[in-house]
């Protein structure tokens, strides 16, 4: 399963939780170099591909902005 981030809030969905938490650009570029290396190794890495996502601070946001335009 891949690795889902939100690089705009800097955050993680949980895979265990299912819940959005903060998460260090430094660590999700690490978590991309060895997606990079395992993969030239022909080596799984399913579990190492990062995913841009919209996070739950974007889609509280999107709602915002929606509320607005209806008013």
């Known amino acids: 399963m891949p690795v889902h981030y939100c690089s705009l809030h800097k955050r993680l969905l949980s895979g ?3 819940v959005w938490v903060d998460f ?3 660590k999700i570029q ?3 170099a060895l997606y990079e ?3 030239g190794a ?4 399913s579990a ?3 995913r841009e ?3 739950d ?7 915002q902005k929606r509320r607005e335009e209806l008013k």
């Open 16 to 18: 265990i939780y299912r």
């Open 42 to 45: 022909n080596i799984e890495t």
């Open 37 to 39: 290396l395992f993969h």
């Open 24 to 26: 260090p650009l430094e």
């Open 48 to 50: 190492y591909k990062v």
């Open 57 to 63: 601070r974007c889609q509280e946001k999107a709602g």
């Open 53 to 55: 996502t919209g996070c």
């Open 30 to 32: 690490a978590i991309k």
